[in-house]
């Protein structure tokens, strides 16, 4: 369970201040506000996991079916697994695209120069415009007949000839340059911080040592930012997981379910046929999901970094 | 002589192209907003031209029909109101939350910390019936606080984690120091931790800001009248019989800006404040 | 297809529209019918005695909550609320969400029982889930109760498959409100390219007939091939500057496309239920007609633009305004848009006429009903504000300011009919099919239809695999049989 909890700074002794209880007291506002709304909602939706409720069918009233929902959807569902598997492509292509982008901006970005402060805050405009604000701006955008972007492509000699949310293939690869763009300047913009804040010394050993700029940047760079990356990728593997509001407004799911990823199965689940009961099992072992894909990737770079130690 | 002018000239070629590469990869962030502004002057049928037209006759109707003809100005200021007061008060409860994982020992503090991180990778989708049932049982529902809280909420664990970070930054021993000179918790909290976290508090409110200012599903589903929030109100340009895509757009660019100058005006502190402590000299 | 097939085919047509007449087989039962005259009995009984302002006198105070559609026909009468608001001291409030959203808030509300609202307007789809679970009552104990019954109410106006299909629930059925929002299906075309005599002309010598409005899918597809028009050529004598396409089709998986491809079904092998069930609620979606039906649809995006297989209906109406396309099948009251000079450039060039022909007369409706919610905190002073809002003089108010009439009093009204798509509206609502939304699985249903639609045209499968695809989910959703078992 403590997979996750980032171990930055020094695993001193904390030093345990004279009154115990101040620190529950201090949790305690967090707390109690946790357990109102997130937590309550929480096993609500577990007890529904575990019914046959449709709003809109009037025999499935809430009747107790034990696991039958999980059953089903683990066995059965195979819609469900198909939007698992695309959510899970969509999210690894997605986060190392933006990574890797986000951490070529800030490394070439990261001088001084005039101006400076006003590129960076335009940068990260992606980040900051409402997303629902967004996909409706890139419905105008993706209009195979009046839209820019079909246009912009044709005039450099891209041949279009299908709607880019048409086709399967395109379809999902436009979400992903949408969420690209939406998300690099997040990894940018802590990269940017990071490298602003990395401490001298190590590179003027380095330079002494007359390491090449590769070598300085793996063997010094790379570790220094390391639990910053971390916290980076974590982040944006959460939230690409949940990505729902842009396909939401520009495919539904579609063209036939080349789109559906996982938030999006739910919510049709859950908000357009109203099956409550099914749509809390599959909404739980979403979340499940993405618990153990974290805790996962957590592991996955805690090993390398002992590797590199 | 001649040697080092030819490399500091080839240096200065790499030098150019790179800062190229990255004017152009700013550039293509930046061009689908500047393409938002443009829109937000165009009338419907300039907005549908193709090739499209830079050159046009503005005009302002799509931001008068949002914001004087339309709800759209009231939707602004209950965003304000909602958004800095969540913002504040998640600030608040998740530095306090922070610093009592980062000084105190408390007992199964793993378990919760891992609880409370587990509330950021839930779905909104999981909680928003329950959630509904709830607020409309405490009259929540549709009220400026109740929207404040569940974003209160959903920014909490993204604070305790960052702040928690600053928080482990600095060395115990200032504690210890302020604590042998006789101060007591709270003075020790105020004046020798909390103006060296301030970096730390600024960042965190920034993406508490963008979080809760842009929030969709529980804002719509919480909301009826009174407290309805600008992302809320953009979809009800998409009616049956058509979308106002220039007021789409005029609205998104307003959505736009109070972050934006937000993100300039504390530029600084962003910058410093996103290590989250995480580098140690 | 030859042309003794095509006459052959008029014939049929004509001979099977004479039969059928319009969509009637849905008259009234006894039962209703003495629910109607016993209204209209108090009706007479309070002609000159009773008033809106005496029967509100109990409610002065309430305010109402309504929850509604992001739609005109909402927008309008909040025009006139003071004028109600003045006469009964009775508050309105309203709150208007898109249709997505609309429908969350409204099922939201409905499970929770918060009775926060008065009125609710209940999408079509959803009628039949929400009086079958109980969340609306019926409006028959208002509708005989003297003290709340106005005498002009004049419940004759409404045609009877609109009414009856919108707002009719339940066994036996009881009526649960008044339509509020009925859009239906009509041919779309660019009248001033059909009138082009140079059109005309090249027309005549390529397919041997007169350029016309299309009466049957044949010709449709036809004039969708001669419309078709590359960059650089020519239409009614200017030069293109883009591609010009013969018909505008909705192929996004959305009911966009559910319900564009039902008028093709439902023409092709009959309307009941927009041809997904038989009288018996058994499956004939995949029916030998149906088939041919989607494969026509299928073939016909050849004539259609590329994008279109992204299309749902507001994006259809777009390509019209920016003069992209000659013909759709598309919703009636979006016409307004494309009539307005100042969001369109064809407004004025449009003609409008009923659905062609393949073999049966059809028109797809859709309508959404005022409901007064179970839980409702002032159900009386709701209804109050029902009957005014649906008044005839309030309704042609609102249909003035660009409101879909449900009421023939103000269809027939001269200022009405005057406006260049209402004929063809009336006409089409003699043919309105409804689709399978007694059916409360009907949401789910529906959705699985609009999968295997787009995957038919996206060629993943043929059509016959789609619809026998559809079959099988549909039964295992409805429990009923498949007429037309899957071969496979």
């Known amino acids: 369970m403590g997979l996750l909890i980032p171990s930055f700074g020094q695993d001193k002794e904390k030093t345990v201040l004279k009154r115990k209880y101040t620190g529950y007291l201090l949790l305690l506002p967090t707390l109690a506000l946790l357990a109102f709304l997130s937590l309550v909602p929480f096993i609500y939706a577990f007890n529904l996991s575990l019914r046959d409720l449709n709003l809109r069918i009037p025999r499935l009233a809430g009747q107790f079916v034990g696991v039958d929902n999980f059953r089903y959807l683990m066995r059965e569902d195979s819609e469900f697994w198909h939007s698992m598997g695309i959510t899970v492509l969509f999210l690894v292509v997605v986060v190392s695209i933006e990574f890797v982008a986000g951490f070529a901006l800030a490394l070439l970005l990261n001088r001084e120069f005039k101006g400076k402060r006003i590129v960076v805050s335009l940068a990260v405009i992606p980040m900051m415009i409402a997303p629902v604000a967004v996909g409706l701006m890139w419905r105008v955008a993706l209009n195979y007949e009046l839209g820019i972007v079909t246009y912009l492509l044709k005039s450099i000699g891209i041949p279009m000839k299908e709607a880019l949310l048409g086709t399967s293939a395109t379809a999902l690869a436009t979400l992903m340059v949408i969420d690209i763009w939406q998300w690099t300047p997040f990894i940018f913009l802590i990269i940017l911080a990071g490298l602003h804040s990395l401490p001298k010394e190590p590179y003027e050993a380095a330079q002494v040592d007359g390491a090449s700029k590769w070598k300085i940047f793996r063997l010094v760079t790379l570790p220094l930012l390391k639990p910053l990356i971390i916290i980076a990728l974590l982040l944006r593997v959460i939230d690409a997981f949940k990505t729902f509001d842009q396909v939401y407004i520009l495919t539904g799911g579609g063209p036939g379910n080349a789109t559906d990823l996982v938030c999006m199965f739910a919510y049709r689940t859950n908000f357009k046929i109203w099956n409550l009961g099914y749509g809390a099992a599959v909404v739980l072992v979403i979340f499940l999901v993405i618990l153990i894909v974290t805790a996962f990737f957590y592991a996955v770079t805690q090993k390398k970094e002992e590797e590199v130690v | ?281 | 297809m030859k042309k003794s097939t095509i006459v052959y085919l008029m014939v049929v047509s004509l001979a099977v529209a004479l039969a059928f007449g319009t969509f009637t087989a849905h008259a009234w039962t006894p039962d209703e019918q003495a629910l109607l005259d016993k209204a209209k009995e108090i009706a007479s009984d309070n002609a000159g005695v009773w008033s809106l302002e005496e029967a509100a006198k109990p409610y002065r105070g309430v305010t109402l909550k309504i929850l509604a559609d992001a739609a005109t026909e909402a927008d309008a009468p909040q025009n006139y609320d003071s004028e109600f608001i003045k006469m009964t001291g009775i508050k309105v409030l309203w709150e208007q969400n898109p249709w997505d959203e609309h429908r969350s808030k409204m099922f939201m509300d409905f499970a929770a029982g918060t009775g926060i609202y008065d009125l609710v307007w209940v999408p079509f789809d959803d009628m039949a889930s929400v009086t079958g679970k109980g969340y609306v009552q019926p409006v028959d104990k208002f509708m005989l109760n003297p003290k709340l019954l106005d005498p002009n109410i004049n419940l004759d106006d409404y045609s009877e498959a609109l009414w009856k299909y919108t707002s009719w629930y339940g066994k036996p059925a009881k009526p649960y409100g008044f339509p509020c929002e009925n859009p239906t299906m009509i041919l779309w075309y660019r009248k001033d390219l059909f009138d082009n005599p140079t059109e005309k002309a090249n027309f005549k010598k390529t397919y041997r007939y007169e350029l016309q409005v299309p009466k049957n899918f044949e010709q449709y597809n036809h004039i969708a091939e001669f419309f078709t028009r590359k960059k650089g050529e020519r239409l009614a004598g200017e030069v293109l500057d883009r591609d010009f396409y013969g018909v505008g089709q909705s192929g996004k998986r959305h009911w966009a496309s559910v319900c564009e491809w039902m008028n093709l079904a439902s023409t092709w092998g009959g309307p009941t239920w927009g041809g997904t069930l038989d009288e018996n609620d058994d499956v004939v979606i995949n029916r030998p007609e149906n088939v041919e039906a989607l494969e026509y649809w299928i073939s016909l995006f050849r004539f259609s633009p590329p994008g279109s297989v992204d299309w749902y209906w507001d994006l259809k109406s777009t390509a019209f305004q920016k003069n992209i396309v000659a013909m759709a099948l598309a919703w009636n009251d979006q016409s307004y848009e494309i009539e307005d000079p100042e969001k369109s450039e064809v407004a004025g060039k449009m003609g409008y006429d009923l659905i062609p022909i393949q073999k049966y007369p059809v028109s797809h409706f859709g309508s959404w009903s005022w409901t007064i919610p179970t839980k409702a905190k002032n159900p009386d002073a709701a209804w109050l504000y029902l009957q005014w809002v649906n008044s005839r003089d309030i309704a042609l108010k609102c249909a003035l300011e660009g409101a879909m009439p449900s009421r023939k009093y103000v269809f027939d009204s001269p200022e009405i009919s005057a406006i260049p798509f209402m004929p063809a509206t009336k006409k089409a609502l003699d043919h309105a099919f409804p689709r399978p939304v007694h059916r409360p699985e009907w949401g789910e249903m529906g959705e699985i239809l609009a999968l295997y639609l787009t995957k038919a045209h996206r060629m993943e499968m043929t059509a016959q695999e789609a619809l026998d695809k559809v079959a099988v989910e549909w039964q295992r959703l409805l429990g009923t049989s498949i007429v037309h078992p899957p071969k496979t």
């Open chain 2, 1 to 281: 002589m001649k040697k080092t002018k030819v490399l500091t000239s080839r240096r200065q070629f790499i030098e150019i192209g790179l800062l190229s590469v990255a004017a152009f990869i700013v550039f293509l962030e930046v061009a689908p907003f500047l393409w938002i502004v443009l829109m937000s002057f165009k009338s419907r049928l300039d907005i549908f031209e193709i090739p499209p037209k830079l050159i046009f006759n503005p005009i302002l109707d799509n931001y008068y029909n949002a914001f004087v003809e339309g709800p759209f100005s009231k939707y602004l200021i209950n965003s304000l109101i909602i958004d800095s007061s969540s913002t504040a008060l998640a600030i608040l409860i998740g530095t306090l939350a922070a610093y009592a994982f980062s000084r105190f020992k408390i007992w199964g503090g793993k378990q919760i910390f891992f609880y409370i991180l587990t509330t950021r990778m839930c779905p909104p989708v999981v909680v928003a019936l329950p959630l509904f049932m709830i607020y409309s049982k405490l009259k929540l529902y549709d009220t400026h606080i109740g929207v404040i809280l569940i974003h209160t909420i959903f920014n909490l664990a993204l604070v305790i984690w960052l702040m928690r970070g600053f928080f482990d930054e600095i060395p115990q021993e200032i504690d210890q120091a302020a604590m042998i000179d006789g101060h007591s918790e709270w003075t020790i909290f105020r004046k020798f931790i909390f103006p060296l976290v301030l970096p730390g508090i600024v960042v965190s409110a920034m993406f508490c800001l963008v979080f809760s200012w842009n929030e969709f599903l529980f804002a719509l589903i919480l909301t009826q009248f009174d407290a309805t929030t600008l992302p809320v109100g953009v979809p009800q340009l998409v009616t049956s019989r058509g979308t106002y895509w220039g007021q789409v757009a005029a609205v998104g660019v307003v959505i736009t800006l109070p972050v934006l100058i937000f993100a300039v005006t504390f530029h600084r502190y962003l910058i410093r404040g996103l290590t989250f402590g995480a580098i140690k000299t």
